[in-house]
């Protein structure tokens, strides 16, 4: 993902009133691996 994209997708979560945040371990290879995820409730 471009820096811009990211730019982007971060100011507009920041206006956002309700985020919700979850974060998913993922087993692959005999090791845990993270998935982080923030989205609006819309």
Known sequence: MSVY???II???L???PVL???ETGVRCC???HW???VAPST
């Open 35 to 37: 998935l982080h995820v």
């Open 14 to 16: 920041k206006q956002v």
């Open 20 to 22: 919700h945040a979850d």
């Open 30 to 32: 005999k090791k845990t």
């Open 10 to 12: 971060a100011a507009e």
């Open 5 to 7: 994209r990211q730019e």
